[in-house]
């Protein structure tokens, strides 16, 4: 009977219950509080407080605000990442190889520095473009008011046309050319072409793109909370940090929190909705079964034109405001003039060696994102394991358990940590490092699965069945075959996690403490608190720590390769 039962709980059954456990403490218990403390209180149903706090003037305005910049971003930002693709992709347009990698620098970049930078330049009264212009050209007022919604979604486009940039240029790079050369052979100009033949194929990649975009965009805190701030420009994800951070984190700032990411939730999910059904219907075939090279349209006069474009737009979106960034944290004090005399390096070393509060947030972005990476990493190979290899029951439950915090605003990951992890369960780490650890794991835990699953695809069960039946144990045949295999997706997964989470702000800014602000957290707080010379120097310093990962990262992911 004993043995019976051994034989029933096996490897496969401790498997199964690791990757379980793991994704209901960390992504489901905490996603169900912001659910539990949104409806119930006391016990019972209170719809009262929720419909009250639907209902009041700032909620409404918050939603409106998010649609109305969610929106703007998501025209702009297609319209950009579609018109680039294409350029890059379909015409002779010069060094398009080198325009390709340069669009996707933006993702490098933490949007919310972008931002800060943009402040600098373009804010009405001390931003020194409009001060150039009024003061050198003699214009009456400012040219533009960064603090504005034509503002942040300016701000917003320029970081996050990449998903549409990505998405379109590989359709079109993937399309069959023989289908546009027939429609020019039978008489077609380039505009009926592109009309009726090349945009409707990739449109689903277009679409598919936008929707991604206005997903991140209405989850968005960081832009906005520069930018908006002083306007009054509130979305959802700036309105709950505004209710708990001027409340000191009361229950009842917490519970408001709640109710409105409910709204965040329900908005994420109807968009995830949309992608699917827009996925499902434009299933075009438009990849043949040999290998074509893409037509490419002749530019002709319009080439260096064109080139000089996309260099200006580059130069504009990029390298102005990271020069600005490093410019503004060197000066003596905001404002001055970029002469020899007002420039000096103590910032940064200050920022570097001397202040305990810069010091410690470099400190703990480094190793939150390299611890959370790691553990992320090995629970997705066994909860990726699981679903990929394993048969048992329950399989399609933690597939969605873990792409669940991908479709969910960091802001709500964030509240639902709170809700778990602040002594309700009988541990209370709120306001430590570890509480941001825990909403790290939770956040990235769909990276994991995703490169981890792709990589376990491609071992062949005949692998572990042989070594299975050489006598090895499960976990031997795991260590000695499987993880060697998938070391790939494995390295791969470690960086999706490790990168993102030296830039991250959203999540963070909801949990830190006195002594656990991370990067992002000190350039927003210096900024807030009108330090805006450290925050400029702490942000370069940041993006030098960002780049020269990229750098390690590509390098040491080729050569793991």
Not at 35 to 63: H, K, M, R
Not at 226 to 253: C, D, K, M, W
Request: with cysteine.
């Amino acid at each position: 009977m004993l043995s019976k039962a051994a034989s029933r709980f096996g490897t496969p059954q401790i498997l199964f219950g690791l990757a379980v456990g793991s994704l209901v403490i960390f992504v489901a218990v905490p996603v169900l509080l912001i659910f539990v403390n949104a409806l119930w209180v006391d016990g019972g149903l209170n719809v009262v407080d929720l419909v009250n706090v639907l209902s009041e003037p700032d909620t409404y305005q918050a939603l409106l605000n998010s649609l109305i910049l969610a929106s703007g971003v998501t025209v702009t930002g297609t319209l950009v990442g579609t018109f680039f693709a294409w350029l890059v992709t379909r015409t002779n347009l010069p060094y398009k190889g080198t325009m390709k990698l340069l669009f996707l620098v933006p993702f490098m970049l933490p949007s919310f520095i972008g931002a800060l930078a943009w402040k600098m330049l373009l804010s009405p009264r001390a931003g020194y473009i409009n001060r150039f212009f009024m003061d050198q050209l003699g214009f009456d007022s400012p040219i533009f008011d960064i603090y504005s919604y034509l503002g942040i979604i300016a701000v917003e486009t320029m970081y996050l046309f990449p998903f549409v940039f990505i998405q379109v240029s590989g359709a079109l790079e993937r399309m069959d050319p023989t289908l546009e050369e027939a429609a020019r052979i039978s008489g077609a100009d380039l505009f009926t072409i592109t009309r009726k033949i090349t945009i409707p194929l990739v449109l689903p990649s277009i679409l598919s793109g936008s929707l991604l975009i206005m997903l991140y965009s209405m989850a968005h805190f960081g832009t906005v909370a520069v930018l908006g701030s002083e306007a009054g420009i509130y979305n959802i994800p700036t309105l709950i940090y505004e209710r708990i951070h001027q409340s000191g984190g009361s229950f009842a700032a917490i519970r408001t929190g709640t109710v409105l990411s409910t709204v965040l939730v329900i908005t994420a999910a109807l968009i995830i909705w949309l992608q699917n059904r827009v996925l499902a219907r434009g299933r075009y075939q438009i990849i043949a079964g040999k290998s074509f090279r893409p037509a490419e349209l002749k530019l002709r006069g319009l080439r260096i034109p064109l080139l000089c474009l996309c260099i200006a737009y580059i130069g504009f979106t990029i390298v102005l405001p990271t020069v600005t960034i490093f410019m503004v944290g060197g000066l003596n004090t905001y404002g001055l003039p970029f002469t020899l005399e007002n420039m000096t390096l103590n910032n940064y070393r200050h920022i570097l060696f001397e202040w305990d509060l810069t010091r410690d947030a470099i400190w703990n972005s480094v190793s939150l994102g390299l611890a959370s990476a790691l553990i992320t990493m090995f629970a997705g190979v066994i909860i990726s394991y699981v679903i990929v290899k394993m048969k048992v029951r329950g399989k399609g439950l933690l597939e969605f358990l873990g792409m669940l915090p991908f479709s969910v605003p960091g802001s709500v990951i964030a509240l639902g940590v709170i809700l778990a992890w602040s002594g309700r369960f009988g541990v209370n780490i709120y306001n430590t490092v570890w509480i941001i650890l825990v909403a790290y794991i939770a956040r990235y835990m769909a990276f994991s699965l995703k490169a981890n699953s792709a990589a376990l695809e491609q071992v062949h069960d005949s692998l572990v069945e042989a070594a299975r039946a050489s006598g090895a144990t499960l976990w031997q045949a795991l260590r000695d075959i499987v993880i060697p295999l998938v070391r790939p997706g494995m390295v791969a997964a470690f960086f999706l996690i490790f990168l993102p989470a030296l830039r991250e702000l959203t999540v963070s800014v909801l949990l830190y403490g006195p002594t656990s602000r991370t990067i992002g957290v000190a350039i927003y707080t210096l900024n807030e608190d009108g330090e805006t010379v450290y925050s400029a120097a702490m942000a370069g310093i940041a993006l030098i720590i960002i780049v020269t990962a990229e750098v390690v990262v590509k390098r040491f992911f080729k050569v793991s390769q």
